[in-house]
């Protein structure tokens, strides 16, 4: 699967999550929760995945919300609490 907003990984065993909107600081949209949530689901189910290393791209981690960007076409970020 082709992801927009995360890249995604896995090296030796280990997922290696990123940010991947270094433009805007990684800051969060709707877009990049549903990836994240769908790549972490994947993840999950993967029995050959021992570790994950979450990173962002460029200089910045996350900043947090993307207040600014044109999300309308996104959805909300509302996310299934994790059970």
């Given at each position: 699967e082709t992801f927009?907003?995360?890249k995604?990984?896995?090296?030796?065993?280990?997922?290696?999550?990123?940010?991947?909107r270094p433009q805007r600081g990684n800051a969060m949209t709707p877009l990049l929760g549903k990836e994240f949530v769908t790549i972490l689901d994947a993840v999950e189910k993967d029995?050959?995945?021992?570790?994950?290393v979450l990173t962002g791209a460029g200089?910045?981690?996350c900043t947090g919300m993307d207040l600014?960007?044109?999300?309308?076409n996104q959805g909300d970020l509302s996310?299934?609490?994790?059970?």
């Open positions: 927009q907003e995360v995604f990984e896995i090296q030796d065993h280990v997922a290696i999550i990123t940010l991947y029995p050959e995945v021992r570790a994950v200089k910045y981690f600014g960007s044109n999300t309308k996310l299934s609490p994790i059970e």
